[in-house]
């Protein structure tokens, strides 16, 4: 492995020890905050429609069987967002974030391959502020509040596959949620008469899972991807003071890939999540979620036929979180490509996706660019 | 092929180190109350009645003589005080200096004229006089004001300088002749004057002070020794002793609060205020009100100014004030007029958060003049002991905000 390499795997994981995060969205403002994606940039760009089967993206273990040889995988994301809601059209927001961060590889002698990395679980960064006039001591007061959090929870995963045989894998993880949003809200008055008012809490998040999937190959160019997590009631602490649970949700995928000829890969992932054992824990509403995505991928340096890739891919899902009893909706159009060097043994990866969100009152629209590097020594 | 690897790395590594960048702020117009935060900022306002448990009032903090001003009232005929400023000077010199720079004396041979500049930093009312008048140099921050009723006197009277209406803050010079002060040798060369204040109708001035570094300076016009020929030189004085004296007040009354005057007064105020608001809620707004028990009193067209000041330490009367800047006391202070009976507002939000910081300080205010001891004006208002105008306070606070709690 060149030492350049070396040292820039060193330099990323320093980097995704803050806190990680990926998209924010108005509809993360209220629940736990808004999902994460845990898919690389190739899943990604295939609409999300290869997550169940990419060895990279930490959605079922059994594909963890897939890594052949040490390697490290880092995601950079970064989205540019606007929303409409209630007459108020926002735009020019934007976040880059750091939202996965894997190391894997497979135990020599044995079919066995391992995982252990990081990906965005909620993310919770918003910044709202808001103007309006009140009536203190008999007189209008103009008052600006902010409210404004920065900060979310990660997913921690262990993972183990095993291919016990060509064409089926299977695999096991361990997961730990964990992280804190630092959650601000202050007002100021016009009236320098009153001091402006701020408070600061930390809200931690913490719990656990398991997971476990397959994946079965019946024939040449086909595969079949199940899967399923269940999480732990997560425990919320606020300044160190727990202040109660909610039940993260239960998790099950399934996942068919077609590969007629070895430069063309056609994949879909069906994902549903019980975040309603949520609702009653929660201010707002909380919804099951369902997610369909399915996308294609043409050449790549596997394929013998183009080193890179074009990727194309269109996603569908439900959105947990809703001020209303409207559950909002996401619609993701999406396209990718790639590049190796250093003898396939680095790869980056690259996708642009634009979202279309809408429900509850609300419209939100975001360009979404992605990127990852993958180095195997 | 290691080209293409290094342009991957910088490629995303420059997506890293743009990583802390965000800019998610967003007005919340419109998409508030659904798609704000649940925890919404609730301001409470509330009028405390009973939050002064005790209070006293004290005078002699400030006396005439330490005063930064001396206040000259003038009331033909009327019933307001009357004041009188003293002053008495330090010695002339029997030889002075014939050139700067050298240490040449030359003796005093005859002096030409006095001068007085004093300074006029306030005034109130038209066709005003100041007249000045040779005291005894036995006069000293003792001497009453009945005491100098003998050398207010015309056959004493040494000048009178008009203040033209015009005049509102600048210095005059009264000037006397040779044998003004006709025993200043026998005196140890030292001279003492008495300045009133005379005017066709109500008035009054407040005069600089030694304490507040602007003195009333008093120049004398000499003749000196210069190897057998005279020549002329000035010499200036500053006071050893200046004051402004006025008839005795009457004591405060006990169910009084009093602020202001001379000697000055101040009041201490001891406060309990909720544990729901002081400790558990955040105060934006704290307002001490003070219901008067009378106008105003003071010279006409004078105004009070007053401060409410934290003590580091409550032991009554002498309780240590703690410092205030003087741009604070500045936008703090309360302008009373004289003769108003308006309800007084004085805003201690910052000693209030302070107590809500530390739970050690006394929660204790003094309520003081500013500035201090230099004029008559003065504040009466209710106590604690005075059911229908007792102090009280007006608070703002936010209640607790449990950000995050489910």
Same mark, same amino acid.
């Given at each position: 492995?060149?030492?350049?390499?070396?040292? +820039?795997?060193?330099?990323?994981?320093?980097?995704?020890?803050?806190?990680?995060?990926?998209?924010?969205?108005?509809?993360?403002?209220?629940?736990?905050?808004?999902?994460?994606?845990?898919?690389?940039?190739?899943?990604?760009?295939?609409?999300?429609?290869?997550?169940?089967?990419?060895?990279?993206?930490?959605?079922?273990?059994?594909?963890?069987?897939?890594?052949?040889?040490?390697?490290?995988?880092?995601?950079?994301?970064?989205?540019?967002?606007?929303?409409?809601?209630?007459?108020?059209?926002?735009?020019?927001?934007?976040?880059?974030?750091?939202?996965?961060?894997?190391?894997?590889?497979?135990?020599?002698?044995?079919?066995?391959?391992?995982?252990?990395?990081?990906?965005?679980?909620?993310?919770?960064?918003?910044?709202?502020?808001?103007?309006?006039?009140?009536?203190?001591? %008999?007189?209008?007061?103009?008052?600006?509040?902010?409210?404004?959090?920065?900060?979310?929870?990660?997913?921690?995963?262990?993972?183990?596959?095993?291919?016990?045989?060509?064409?089926?894998?299977?695999?096991?993880?361990?997961?730990?949620?964990?992280?804190?949003?630092?959650?601000?809200?202050?007002?100021?008055?016009?009236?320098?008469?009153?001091?402006?008012?701020?408070?600061?809490?930390?809200?931690?998040?913490?719990?656990?899972?398991?997971?476990?999937? =397959?994946?079965?190959?019946?024939?040449?160019?086909?595969?079949?991807?199940?899967?399923?997590?269940?999480?732990?009631?997560?425990?919320?602490?606020?300044?160190?003071?727990?202040?109660?649970?909610?039940?993260?949700?239960?998790?099950?995928?399934?996942?068919?890939?077609?590969?007629?000829?070895?430069?063309?890969? +056609?994949?879909?992932?069906?994902?549903?999540?019980?975040?309603?054992?949520?609702?009653?824990?929660?201010?707002?509403?909380?919804?099951?979620?369902?997610?369909?995505?399915? %996308?294609?991928? =043409?050449?790549?340096?596997?394929?013998?036929?183009?080193?890179?890739?074009?990727?194309?891919?269109?996603?569908?899902?439900?959105?947990?979180?809703?001020?209303?009893?409207?559950?909002?909706?996401?619609?993701?159009?999406?396209?990718?490509?790639?590049?190796?060097?250093?003898?396939?043994?680095?790869?980056?990866?690259?996708?642009?996706?634009?979202?279309?969100?809408?429900?509850?009152?609300?419209?939100?629209?975001? +360009?979404?660019?992605?990127?990852?590097?993958?180095?195997?020594? | 092929?290691?080209?293409?690897?290094?342009?991957?790395?910088?490629?995303?590594?420059?997506?890293?180190?743009?990583?802390?960048?965000?800019? @998610?702020?967003?007005?919340?117009?419109?998409?508030?109350?659904?798609?704000?935060?649940?925890?919404?900022?609730?301001?409470?306002?509330?009028?405390?009645?009973?939050?002064?448990?005790?209070?006293?009032?004290?005078?002699?903090?400030?006396?005439?003589?330490?005063?930064?001003?001396?206040?000259?009232?003038?009331?033909?005929?009327?019933?307001?005080?009357?004041?009188?400023?003293?002053?008495?000077?330090?010695?002339?010199?029997?030889?002075?200096?014939?050139?700067?720079?050298?240490?040449?004396?030359?003796?005093?041979?005859?002096?030409?004229?006095?001068?007085?500049? #004093?300074?006029?930093?306030?005034?109130?009312?038209?066709? @005003?006089?100041?007249?000045?008048?040779?005291?005894?140099?036995?006069?000293?921050?003792?001497?009453?004001?009945?005491?100098?009723?003998?050398?207010?006197?015309?056959?004493?009277?040494?000048?009178?300088?008009?203040?033209?209406?015009?005049?509102?803050?600048?210095?005059?010079?009264?000037?006397?002749?040779?044998?003004?002060?006709?025993?200043?040798?026998?005196?140890?060369?030292?001279?003492?004057?008495? #300045?009133?204040?005379?005017?066709?109708?109500?008035?009054?001035?407040?005069?600089?002070?030694?304490?507040?570094?602007?003195?009333?300076?008093?120049?004398?016009?000499?003749?000196?020794?210069?190897?057998?020929?005279?020549?002329?030189?000035?010499?200036?004085?500053?006071?050893?002793?200046?004051?402004?004296?006025?008839?005795?007040?009457?004591?405060?009354?006990?169910?009084?609060?009093?602020?202001?005057?001379?000697?000055?007064?101040?009041?201490?105020?001891?406060?309990?205020?909720?544990?729901?608001?002081?400790?558990?809620?955040?105060?934006?707004?704290?307002?001490?009100?003070?219901?008067?028990?009378?106008?105003?009193?003071?010279?006409?067209?004078?105004?009070?100014?007053?401060?409410?000041?934290?003590?580091?330490?409550?032991?009554?009367?002498?309780?240590?004030?703690?410092?205030?800047?003087?741009?604070?006391?500045?936008?703090?202070?309360?302008?009373?007029?004289?003769?108003?009976?308006?309800?007084?507002?004085?805003?201690?939000?910052?000693?209030?958060?302070?107590?809500?910081?530390?739970?050690?300080?006394?929660?204790?205010?003094?309520?003081?003049?500013?500035?201090?001891?230099?004029?008559?004006?003065?504040?009466?208002?209710?106590?604690?002991?005075?059911?229908?105008?007792?102090?009280?306070?007006?608070?703002?606070?936010?209640?607790?905000?449990?950000?995050?709690?489910?």
């Amino acid at each position: 492995m060149p030492r350049a390499c070396a040292v +820039w795997v060193v330099i990323a994981a320093v980097g995704a020890a803050t806190p990680l995060a990926g998209q924010t969205s108005v509809y993360g403002i209220r629940g736990l905050g808004f999902p994460g994606r845990a898919l690389t940039p190739r899943a990604r760009a295939m609409g999300g429609g290869l997550g169940a089967f990419d060895p990279a993206s930490p959605l079922n273990p059994a594909a963890v069987a897939g890594f052949v040889q040490v390697t490290a995988v880092a995601v950079a994301a970064a989205d540019f967002r606007g929303y409409q809601v209630g007459g108020a059209d926002v735009g020019g927001l934007h976040a880059t974030r750091f939202p996965l961060m894997e190391v894997a590889g497979r135990l020599p002698g044995v079919r066995l391959g391992y995982s252990l990395g990081m990906s965005q679980y909620t993310d919770r960064s918003f910044d709202v502020s808001l103007t309006d006039t009140i009536v203190l001591r %008999g007189a209008d007061v103009e008052v600006t509040d902010r409210s404004s959090s920065s900060g979310g929870a990660s997913d921690i995963r262990g993972a183990l596959a095993w291919e016990p045989r060509a064409g089926l894998r299977i695999g096991a993880g361990v997961h730990v949620v964990t992280g804190s949003a630092k959650l601000a809200v202050s007002r100021t008055f016009s009236d320098s008469a009153y001091q402006s008012f701020r408070r600061v809490n930390e809200e931690r998040v913490s719990g656990f899972g398991v997971s476990g999937g =397959l994946l079965w190959a019946p024939t040449a160019g086909l595969q079949v991807a199940l899967g399923g997590r269940y999480d732990t009631e997560a425990t919320l602490e606020v300044d160190s003071t727990p202040t109660g649970t909610v039940n993260l949700p239960i998790s099950a995928l399934a996942g068919l890939e077609i590969r007629p000829v070895r430069a063309l890969r +056609w994949a879909s992932t069906f994902i549903w999540r019980s975040w309603a054992d949520a609702d009653p824990d929660l201010p707002g509403r909380a919804f099951n979620t369902w997610e369909l995505g399915s %996308g294609v991928e =043409l050449g790549g340096p596997e394929s013998g036929a183009s080193r890179v890739p074009l990727r194309l891919g269109a996603r569908y899902a439900t959105l947990p979180f809703s001020p209303t009893d409207d559950q909002a909706h996401e619609v993701d159009v999406a396209l990718g490509t790639g590049i190796s060097f250093a003898g396939n043994r680095g790869l980056v990866d690259l996708v642009l996706e634009r979202a279309f969100r809408s429900g509850a009152g609300a419209r939100e629209r975001a +360009w979404q660019f992605s990127a990852s590097l993958t180095v195997r020594p | 092929m290691r080209r293409f690897m290094l342009l991957g790395m910088a490629a995303v590594s420059a997506g890293l180190a743009t990583g802390c960048t965000e800019d @998610l702020f967003a007005p919340g117009v419109g998409a508030c109350p659904a798609f704000c935060p649940p925890e919404q900022v609730a301001v409470v306002d509330t009028m405390l009645l009973d939050a002064v448990l005790a209070d006293s009032a004290y005078r002699g903090y400030v006396l005439p003589h330490e005063a930064g001003a001396m206040q000259l009232v003038a009331d033909p005929g009327g019933a307001l005080p009357t004041s009188r400023v003293i002053v008495r000077y330090l010695p002339f010199a029997e030889r002075l200096l014939l050139r700067a720079g050298d240490t040449t004396t030359g003796a005093v041979l005859a002096t030409d004229s006095f001068g007085i500049r #004093v300074s006029v930093q306030a005034r109130g009312g038209a066709g @005003l006089e100041l007249a000045f008048y040779r005291l005894p140099v036995t006069v000293d921050t003792s001497t009453a004001f009945g005491d100098l009723d003998p050398y207010f006197a015309d056959s004493t009277r040494l000048a009178i300088v008009a203040l033209p209406d015009t005049l509102t803050a600048d210095s005059v010079t009264a000037r006397f002749a040779a044998d003004a002060f006709p025993t200043l040798d026998a005196d140890g060369r030292a001279a003492a004057v008495g #300045v009133e204040l005379r005017a066709v109708d109500r008035g009054f001035v407040l005069l600089g002070s030694l304490e507040g570094a602007d003195a009333p300076i008093v120049t004398r016009y000499v003749q000196l020794d210069s190897a057998g020929v005279s020549v002329p030189r000035v010499e200036g004085k500053l006071p050893a002793v200046d004051a402004f004296v006025a008839p005795d007040v009457p004591p405060p009354s006990a169910d009084l609060l009093r602020v202001g005057g001379a000697p000055s007064a101040r009041s201490l105020l001891r406060f309990t205020l909720p544990p729901r608001i002081l400790d558990s809620s955040t105060v934006v707004r704290a307002t001490l009100i003070l219901v008067p028990a009378a106008p105003a009193v003071g010279a006409p067209g004078d105004t009070l100014h007053l401060l409410a000041q934290g003590v580091s330490v409550d032991v009554g009367a002498k309780s240590p004030l703690i410092p205030v800047a003087e741009d604070t006391v500045l936008v703090q202070r309360v302008a009373v007029p004289v003769g108003v009976a308006d309800t007084v507002r004085l805003d201690i939000t910052t000693l209030v958060l302070a107590w809500a910081a530390d739970s050690t300080r006394p929660r204790s205010i003094m309520v003081r003049a500013v500035p201090e001891g230099g004029a008559f004006a003065e504040g009466l208002f209710g106590s604690s002991a005075s059911p229908a105008s007792r102090p009280a306070v007006q608070i703002t606070f936010v209640p607790p905000l449990n950000l995050g709690g489910r």
